[in-house]
């Protein structure tokens, strides 16, 4: 099972763009990269998910380097309202696969 | 397009007594997941069922299981509760057994008192 870390906080500004990196560096050939965003009290919500290069949707963009051992999701110019705790999950959405949420990455963004 | 929905939103239960929450899939999903998620922490995978089986557990004891219908609604049972299973329970749902991309309700936040 590919372990993942992430920073525990950061803060940003309105406006900024945020970059936030994930690191797995026993990434499996199958795994994918998924991305959740929770808000207080309420269920995470799927942002993004890849499995090399660039994605991007109109919520965020998620970069994938060749090796694929890390991959950082960008948000750009960011709001208060993306003041949130953000998930990165890999696994390989097959049957057998446990999705395992870390304690994520608290982002605030200040006014 | 109704999304992920659970209930009750809010429950207070005393040490040793039982429990049973609920959740209704998105529509078109046939697979539910249920995760319990401590303060401060990220939510921790119950188990999954799909086609009315349990088909992945997390780590966690038999005091927690589980149940889904034929229309694809799902329960959550924790016996003999403990201070310890105070947290906000989420239910996601997915497709095809699907594990990746979820999609979860609000939660249910259980007090064991």
Redesign the interface.
């Known amino acids: 099972l590919a372990k993942t870390t992430q920073p525990i906080s950061m803060d940003s500004y309105e406006g900024q763009e945020v970059n936030i990196t994930c690191s797995h560096n026993n990434i499996a050939t199958n795994d994918y990269i998924t991305w959740y965003q929770q808000f207080p009290s309420q269920g995470p919500r799927f942002i993004i998910q890849g499995y090399k290069t660039k994605v991007t949707n109109e919520v965020a963009s998620l970069f994938i380097p060749a090796d694929r051992k890390s991959s950082t999701l960008s948000l750009p110019r960011v709001s208060l309202s993306d003041t949130a705790v953000y998930y990165c999950l890999v696994g390989d959405r097959g049957g057998s696969y446990i999705p395992t949420f870390g304690r994520g990455t608290s982002l605030i963004v200040h006014p | 397009d109704a999304g ?1 929905t659970q209930s009750p939103t809010h429950l207070i239960k005393t040490r040793g007594q039982q429990v049973t929450l609920r959740c209704s899939p998105k529509s078109g999903h046939d697979t539910v ?1 249920w ?1 319990q998620q401590a303060l ?6 119950i188990f999954q069922y ?1 086609e009315e089986e349990e ?2 557990r ?1 780590n966690f004891p038999d005091r927690f299981s589980g149940h889904q219908f034929p229309n694809y609604s799902s329960e959550l049972n924790v016996n003999a509760l403990l201070l310890g299973d105070s947290a ?1 329970y ?3 749902s997915s497709m095809g ?11 249910t ?1 259980l007090l064991v008192l």
């Open positions: 992920v997941s995760y401060g922490q990220g939510p921790q995978f799909y088909r992945q997390g906000l989420l239910c996601a057994g699907d594990q990746e991309t979820q999609y979860f309700g609000p939660g936040r």
